[in-house]
């Protein structure tokens, strides 16, 4: 059974950088695509990043395109955002999924496994 876990959420000022980190066990981590999403209360569950199981495509929303950079290790079954110059509606709990597929997926629906997120807060 494939477990998630975040790491790395937080309270920034506007403009600072977070890093999140997700750590994936029970299965070959290169067999999964990945994607980070994020919610805020009393509203749907947001696409934000996804990356191909090899690493080499990956795809953001709008909102963060330019700002966030998505990543992983496959040797050390671990997966990252880089989150530069935030704002405060990047406020939200954010989630990393995993779908086991080549391919990087933008809707929630693909992903089999969600870990249990991770809190970020930028104040203005």
């Known amino acids: 059974q494939v477990q998630l876990v975040e790491s790395g959420g937080g309270l920034v000022q506007a403009g600072g950088s977070l890093r999140l980190s997700c750590a994936f066990s029970?299965?070959?981590?290169?067999?999964?695509?990945m994607g980070w999403f994020r919610q805020v209360p009393g509203k749907e569950r947001d696409f934000a990043a996804t990356?191909?199981?090899?690493?080499?495509?990956?795809r953001y929303s709008n909102s963060v395109k330019g700002r966030f950079t998505i990543s992983r290790d496959n040797a050390k079954n671990t997966m990252h955002l880089e989150m530069n110059s935030l704002k405060p509606e990047d406020t939200a709990v954010y989630y990393c999924?995993?779908?086991?597929?080549?391919?990087?997926?933008?809707?929630?629906?693909?992903?089999?496994?969600w870990g249990p997120g991770t809190q970020i807060t930028v104040s203005s």
């Open positions: 990356i191909s199981s090899s690493g080499r495509i990956t």
């Open positions: 999924a995993a779908v086991r597929s080549v391919n990087p997926g933008i809707s929630k629906g693909t992903y089999d496994y």
């Open positions: 029970g299965r070959a981590f290169s067999d999964y695509a």
